[in-house]
């Protein structure tokens, strides 16, 4: 059964008149994701530092956001966390995923870096792939100067960030020159085919409806033939083996459950070390919402404390 929390949230949309996502133009899409936090996240936690910083990338900078944990000292060298923001490769941005991100740098004790990167429709695939892998891998040439470990570096991110973080660490491995210590895998995107069952099951009702899904698909892929890339579609990828340890986390109500869970099972089949866990009376994008659902407190705790035990120790 859906959470009754949940269910209240979807309530409360419906009573607002909240229009739907893909009946919006990205700009207006990416305003409504941005006003929304004042009503679902939790206020925004102090932390010891944050720093506005920029990479440089094949398609121009890109903005980035360090965050370090309440109690940490000016010169430790801290792990830290590459997080990539969700919003479907086309909303979203540093300042919606802000609390998350101070949420994750305390609980874990890691710095944590967020990715501004490029997006839908104004920037087409691979464009998101390109700046997520520039401005990871300048964080690690930067490390020293960022008082960041870079043999501690950690990907991760929700939804179209998790689908990211997934093909960073891929890439990571294939070229051998970005070591990836572990990666945080929130009801990641793994497949852009849209072929799983949950998303005929999940796929109306739960706020991600499958039009939305599509809006989002459409304003980020601009050729069918894409889907089958695995730059896209990380669980299209044949060889999935010397990936760092995952932990891959979904949402039973959710219509990304089911592809997360098949990227779990292929990471745990290639020989990776992968933890499962479905918070299964929650709705996809729930981890941000703690200022109304209980479970995406408990979900942050859980990722946090996984950070901690990979990299902090």
Not at 130 to 156: C, I, K, N, P, S
């Amino acid at each position: 059964m859906l959470h009754p929390q949940a269910q209240a949230f979807i309530d409360l949309l419906a009573q607002r008149g909240v229009p739907p996502t893909h009946t919006l133009t990205p700009a207006e899409a990416r305003k409504f994701y941005r006003e929304r936090r004042a009503l679902t996240q939790p206020d925004p936690a102090e932390v010891a530092q944050v720093r506005e910083l920029q990479a440089d990338g094949p398609h121009g900078p890109i903005p980035l956001r360090l965050y370090r944990p309440l109690g940490s000292a000016a010169s430790a060298l801290l792990p830290v966390l590459v997080y990539y923001h969700g919003g479907g490769w086309t909303i979203g941005d540093l300042d919606t995923h802000d609390t998350l991100c101070r949420e994750f740098c305390n609980g874990s004790g890691c710095a944590v870096v967020a990715v501004d990167y490029r997006m839908g429709p104004e920037h087409r695939f691979p464009a998101a792939v390109d700046d997520v892998l520039a401005a990871t891998r300048w964080v690690r040439r930067e490390a020293a100067a960022l008082g960041v470990d870079a043999q501690r570096l950690a990907v991760g991110g929700d939804s179209a960030g998790g689908n990211l973080a997934a093909v960073v660490a891929i890439a990571a491995r294939d070229a051998g020159d970005l070591p990836v210590a572990y990666q945080l895998l929130i009801y990641p995107a793994t497949d852009m085919r849209r072929i799983h069952p949950s998303h005929t099951t999940n796929g109306q009702g739960y706020v991600l409806t499958s039009d939305t899904i599509g809006y989002f698909h459409d304003h980020y892929i601009a050729d069918a033939a894409q889907d089958f890339d695995w730059r896209a579609s990380p669980l299209l990828r044949e060889d999935l083996a010397g990936l760092p340890p995952a932990l891959v986390l979904t949402a039973g109500y959710d219509p990304l459950r089911d592809e997360g869970l098949d990227y779990a099972r292929a990471l745990t089949a290639a020989g990776n070390r992968a933890s499962y866990v479905c918070f299964e009376r929650q709705i996809h994008g729930f981890i941000t919402m703690g200022r109304l659902l209980d479970e995406a407190n408990t979900a942050v705790a859980l990722c946090a404390a996984e950070l901690r035990r990979a990299l902090v120790g």
